[in-house]
């Protein structure tokens, strides 16, 4: 059974920056797709950024120059690097995977598995 474990999170004030890291229970090379995503409380889950198996990034217009996406393949391990962060960006970071291509990276329902996430929250 493949585990997902998000770590990181916190409290920043804005312009500040964290680090997310999602650590697998097996190796990530067999995944089509990882990814990260956030729900903010009474709205809907959001794409943030999503990395291929062939290792291009995609990221979200609203985060896109300001957090980073990586992996460690060695380390089985997805990192979000957030840079001057928003009290927008406050939310729970989730991550997830799949094992299958799909054409869409950013619809949570294409992903297979989720960790529990972790809380960001950024004050002014």
């Known amino acids: 059974q493949v585990q997902l474990e998000e770590s990181g999170g916190g409290l920043v004030q804005a312009g500040d920056s964290l680090r997310l890291s999602c650590a697998f229970s097996?190796?990530?090379?067999?995944?089509?797709?990882m990814g990260w995503f956030r729900q903010a409380p009474e709205k809907e889950r959001e794409f943030v950024a999503a990395?291929?198996?062939?290792?291009?990034?995609y990221y979200a217009d609203y985060v896109k120059g300001r957090f980073t996406i990586s992996r460690v393949i060695a380390k089985n391990t997805l990192y979000l690097q957030m840079d001057s962060l928003k009290p927008d960006d406050t939310a729970i970071y989730y991550c997830?995977?799949?094992?299958?291509?799909?054409?869409?990276?950013?619809?949570?329902?294409?992903?297979?598995?989720w960790g529990q996430g972790t809380q960001v929250t950024v004050s002014l």
């Open positions: 990395i291929r198996s062939g290792g291009n990034p």
């Open positions: 097996t190796r990530t090379f067999r995944f089509e797709a």
């Open positions: 997830a995977a799949r094992a299958s291509f799909r054409t869409l990276l950013s619809r949570p329902n294409d992903y297979d598995y």
